[in-house]
Each structure stands twice: as structure tokens, then as C-alpha cells.
């Protein structure tokens, strides 16, 4: 169930999304003009706004290149169709993607983390905000930067992002244009490694969880 508007349409009072009756899902997660809904069988479905207010350069629901829909100002029905620009929950069908295991969502970018410890991003790339090269991204693409790595969780905020790995590593991308953030100043497009210090060997990063200027680093004591 939703309420509220994602992007200029009218607000929608608490309604049903009827694509998503008796799937059963593990995750649902939201940027500021869309969804993704994360089922217990690794499909990932998404729905809402393919561009959000301000156009982004790429689809936000990775759906394939944007569709041009008429009567943006209407209010979206409950079954199908794409009334006030609004598209009902599909899903994501990419070659190569396999189940997802995790995503996340920020304002205009998303990131997904296959059961196999691979990361895909989509949406907008302003700032290097997807950590790959393709600039019009309107599919889950892979961060290649990465391949080889276990990755086991990602966080986005705006158009900065983070993974944590298998191993207990982590890496960063983006914050390279609008507001920043924390991943900005690092010289350089794509992901790189974070390091820390004063943590006790004994103990492993697991997890990794962003907001605009600052983040989190979960650490887990491993078993002797």
C-alpha cells in the first residue's frame, strides 16, 4: 500500500497496488519518486516515476529507456497503464542479473546486490553517482570496478553510495556534483576503498549505511 504522490500528479489516498497482490516480499524501499519492491524469490519490481522533478538522466525504475507519457497531471490508476506519469509495479528483467539478495534507493539513483555478491546501479549518473561509466543508465548495469569482490550490502544517499564486502572491506563512490557529500573529494570517478583505524583485528566490517555528509560502518568480532 502507498499514499501520497511521487512526483507533480495529484497526491493518492492509501491505495493497493493490484501487480503486487500475493507476491510475497521480503523488502520495499523508496527514493523520493519511486519504488522498489524486493521479493522473497530475488525478483525486484519497481514502480512510481521514471524521472522525478528535476529529469534525471536515467530511467529510475530500470525499466529500459523512458517512455514519453501523456497527461502527467492525472492521477494514476489502481490496475495499469501509466496515468500522470505514474507506472504501476513491473519487473526488472536484465540479462546477466540473477536474484537480488538486497537494494537500496536514494533520490535518484538505486543499487541492488545480487545473491551472488554482485552490485548493479541505475538511475541518475550526476556526481558518479552509479560507479560505473555509462552516463545514461536507464537498466541495473554492473559496477565492474568491483567484479571479483563479494559484495554483501549498499547504502546511497543523494548521489553518494557504499558497499560492504564478504571480506570486511568497503568501498565508496559518487559526491562528485550537486550538494557532495560524503564520498566527494576523492579524486576519482569510481569506487575506492575506505580504511580505518583504531578497530581491533579481531573485528570485521559487515555493513555500511549512509546519509548526505556522513556514514555508518557496522563491525562484527569474528569467531576464534
Known amino acids: 500500500l502507498t499514499a501520497g504522490s511521487f512526483c507533480v500528479e495529484p497526491p493518492h489516498a492509501l491505495k493497493e497496488w493490484v501487480a503486487l497482490r500475493d507476491v510475497p516480499l521480503r523488502s520495499l524501499v523508496a527514493g523520493s519518486f519511486h519504488c522498489c519492491a524486493l521479493t522473497t ?26 517512455r514519453l507519457v501523456a497527461g502527467e497531471d492525472a492521477e494514476a490508476d489502481d490496475d495499469g ?20 539478495a538486497e537494494v537500496s534507493c536514494s533520490t535518484y539513483t ?20 552509479l ?8 537498466v ?22 557504499a558497499v560492504a564486502t564478504e571480506d570486511g572491506r568497503c568501498f565508496m563512490w559518487g559526491g562528485n556534483y550537486w550538494y ?11 569506487p575506492t576503498e575506505v580504511v580505518w583505524g583504531g578497530v581491533p583485528a579481531c573485528y570485521k566490517c559487515s555493513s555500511v549505511a549512509l546519509s548526505h555528509e556522513h556514514g555508518y560502518l557496522i563491525f562484527r568480532k569474528q569467531r576464534e
Do not use: M
Not at 497503464?81 to 536474484?99: C, E, N, S
Not at 557532495?180 to 569510481?190: K, L
Open 140 to 161: 541495473p548495469t554492473c559496477v565492474t570496478t568491483l567484479r571479483g569482490l563479494h559484495v554483501t550490502h549498499g547504502s546511497l544517499s543523494y548521489t553518494n553510495a
Open 180 to 190: 557532495g557529500g560524503i564520498a566527494s573529494g576523492r579524486n576519482s570517478s569510481g
Open 81 to 100: 497503464g501509466a496515468a500522470g506519469g505514474i507506472f504501476p509495479p513491473q519487473k526488472v528483467v536484465v540479462a546477466g542479473l540473477g536474484p537480488i
Open 131 to 138: 560507479g560505473h561509466a555509462r552516463s545514461n543508465c536507464h
Open 41 to 66: 524469490r530475488g525478483e525486484l519490481y519497481t514502480f512510481g516515476h521514471q524521472r522525478g522533478r528535476d529529469t534525471s538522466n536515467g530511467n529510475l525504475l530500470g525499466l529500459g529507456e523512458p
Open 110 to 129: 538505486n543499487v541492488a546486490i545480487t545473491v551472488d555478491g554482485r552490485a548493479f546501479s541505475w538511475g541518475d549518473s550526476d556526481g558518479n553517482a
